[in-house]
T-cell receptor, first 113, second 112 residues
């Protein structure tokens, strides 16, 4: 099935560093979502974006819905060890009626204390 | 508030045995329900989704089937498991046409 291009695939950073990851698509999306998955658990929704250009923060996390509606990024500031996990972007295609979410391939984040 | 629960959390089954994973959503009505599979260290693959009782859509040809006997219950089944069915299975729900998807805790299946 269709997937979003998410990068980087993995990141290994020092505690306190800022992190940036992004997702791109050839299709236009109406909604962008960012999830975090801890090992052995289901993904948890971090941020939801509904409008092109929208910039939304959730604590140390900031995400933006790209103007072209074909991309989104997630920034994490001042990373801490509990930020470790896999981050997924997801988008809902535009159009009428029921639309499934399309998921990115994930960014694995490792944080060194 | 809405909750989603799936069980069992962990399952080890021999090749050729049957499978039944259950998922229940509470605190909402007429949800869209989904089954995803996640191979180790990989992304999420949509297996089935359902927009109503008895309505099942399959995304990929496979050895598994899904059923929705009640509004808030979604079941993933197999008559004979294959080694390749091993993985982490996630149930999820959302409402109407909104995108926000909420996941269960996951069920880890190991087929030996």
């Amino acid at each position: 099935g269709q997937q979003l291009n998410q990068s980087p695939q993995s990141m290994f950073i020092q505690e306190g560093e800022d992190v940036s990851m992004n997702c791109t698509s050839s299709s236009i999306f109406n909604t962008w979502l960012w999830y975090k998955q801890d090992p052995g658990e289901g993904p948890v929704l971090l941020i939801a974006l509904y409008k092109a250009g929208e910039l939304t923060s959730n604590g140390r996390l900031t995400a933006q819905f790209g103007i072209t509606r074909k991309d989104s990024f997630l920034n994490i500031s001042a990373s801490i060890p509990s930020d470790v996990g896999i981050y997924f972007c997801a988008g809902q295609l535009g159009g009428t009626g029921f639309q499934k979410l399309v998921f990115g391939t994930g960014t694995r984040l490792l944080v060194s204390p | 508030s809405q909750t989603i629960h799936q069980w069992p959390a962990t399952l080890v089954q021999p090749v050729g045995s049957p499978l039944s994973l259950e998922c229940t959503v509470e605190g909402t009505s007429n949800p869209n329900l989904y089954w995803y599979r996640q191979a180790a260290g990989r992304g999420l693959q949509l297996l089935f989704y359902s927009v109503g009782i008895g309505q099942i859509s399959s995304e990929v040809p496979q050895n598994l089937s899904a059923s929705r006997p009640q509004d808030r219950q979604f079941i993933l089944s197999s008559k004979k498991l294959l080694l390749s069915d091993s993985g982490f299975y996630l149930c999820a729900w959302n409402r109407g046409l909104t995108g926000e998807l909420f996941f269960g805790e996951g069920s880890r299946l190991t087929v030996l």
